[in-house]
């Protein structure tokens, strides 16, 4: 299993947070990673999500959700043909921070046969920048409002 984990303190409260991530009609407005992502915000329901870490290209998937909580956490499983091959499960957690402020954890664990060949080296380094880059525009777009 490969796994990436970045983190960031926002000036801004968990619900001021959460809704600007589940604002998926805004993502193309905003975020540099994620492009974009149509579908309900319900558990067990797929969804369409395009992403594009710096220096790779696009990729379009459709992961289930496995949570949604509401200020707390959104979390999806996606999977590249059968899971055994490559699966990945993506989590965006949200903590209450001193100050009224959120710490926002973006993190994915990939897992399949073909998971060190897809996410080894450079395609790990290049998802791990698109998650910092992420977080720092969603962490510019709460502050600014």
Do not use: C, Y
Not at 55 to 81: D, M, N, S
């Amino acid at each position: 299993m490969l796994e990436i984990l970045t983190e960031i303190e926002i000036d801004a409260p968990p619900s001021w947070v959460w809704g600007i991530l589940t604002d998926f009609a805004a993502f193309p407005l905003w975020n540099p990673f994620i492009v974009s992502i149509a579908g309900r915000l319900v558990e067990g329901e797929r969804i369409a999500a395009q992403i594009g870490p710096p220096g790779r290209w696009r990729v379009t998937f459709k992961p289930v959700l496995l949570a949604v909580q509401p200020e707390r956490e959104l979390r999806w499983r996606g999977a590249l043909g059968a899971a055994f091959l490559f699966s990945g499960e993506h989590a965006f957690a949200l903590e209450d921070a001193p100050g009224g402020r959120t710490k926002f954890k973006q993190s994915e664990k990939f897992t399949g046969l073909l998971a060190p060949l897809l996410m080894g080296g450079a395609g790990l380094r290049a998802t791990k920048g698109g998650f910092e880059a992420m977080n720092e525009a969603l962490k510019r777009r709460a502050e600014a409002k």
